[in-house]
Nanobody, 113 residues
Framework: QGQLVESGGGLVQPGGSLRLSCTIS????????EQWFRQAPFKQREWVAT???????TYRDSVKGRFTISRDNAKNTMYLQMDSLKPEDTAVYYC???????WGRGTQVTVSS
């Protein structure tokens, strides 16, 4: 199994930036890819971005051009750089791998003036 620890969330004004980090600890396998998800109040968790083999990246349409997913394999850490944040980006952000392991606690991102 493994462990996921998200950090870097906070309160930011619309148009601002945050960088989230996800420390990934897995045993017994090498993930095929890493992902970010988010869950807004009273909504289901939704996929945000994926980074796969060869550092290929995909994003949900609403964050394309504003969010950037990356990884540092030496640090077992994945990142989500979030720019031009909007109030609708407010959510708890989670990371996971493929195949998935138990969820971490997430990190709260609040975009508000």
């Amino acid at each position: 199994q493994g462990q996921l620890v998200e950090s870097g969330g906070g309160l930011v004004q619309p148009g601002g930036s945050l960088r989230l980090s996800c420390t990934i600890s897995v045993s017994g396998f090498n993930p095929d890819a890493e992902q970010w998800f988010r869950q807004a109040p009273f909504k289901q968790r939704e996929w945000v971005a994926t980074i796969g083999s060869g550092n290929t990246t995909t994003y949900r349409d609403s964050v394309k051009g504003r969010f950037t997913i990356s990884r540092d394999n030496a640090k077992n850490t994945m990142y989500l750089q979030m720019d031009s944040l909007k109030p609708e980006d407010t959510a708890v952000y989670y990371c996971n791998v493929i195949p998935p392991i138990p969820w971490g606690r997430g990190t709260q991102v609040t975009v508000s003036s």
